[in-house]
């Protein structure tokens, strides 16, 4: 499998990840800043958090971790937590700011 058609599979497993308090995934709330595979199938994603103090930082984490090693063609997954650059309401979706009323 290309690593195009993995990297696509991934984006829709964190399409289905859900902070806790938001009603919006992960993905289009901008969290996901890096999304990377190896030729050996071992997947690296960078993310943040809407807050560095979130509650369900460890919940969010290991949940897009299992998520992203049950996609097809990833043998392992490793999951960094950054908070450079800082997450601004900005880089969500169209449709995740919609669906929290900032549009």
């Keep these: 499998m290309e690593k195009y058609q993995i990297e ?15 009603p919006v995934n992960v993905y289009d709330l901008g969290l996901i800043y ?11 994603i960078d993310m ?3 807050a560095p103090n979130c509650p369900a930082a ?3 984490m290991e949940d897009v971790r299992q ?11 490793t999951v960094n ?5 800082e997450w601004d309401k900005d880089m ?4 995740a700011k919609l669906e929290l ?3």
């Design 8 to 22: 696509e599979k991934i984006v829709a497993m964190l399409k289905t990840v859900y902070d806790p308090e938001i």
């Design 34 to 44: 890096k999304i990377d595979v190896s030729d050996e199938g071992e997947a690296t």
């Design 48 to 50: 943040t958090l809407t």
């Design 58 to 60: 460890e919940f969010i």
């Design 67 to 77: 998520k992203i090693e049950s996609v097809d063609g990833v043998k392992a997954a």
């Design 81 to 85: 937590l950054v908070f450079e650059p």
């Design 92 to 95: 969500m979706s169209e449709e």
């Design 101 to 103: 009323g900032f549009l």
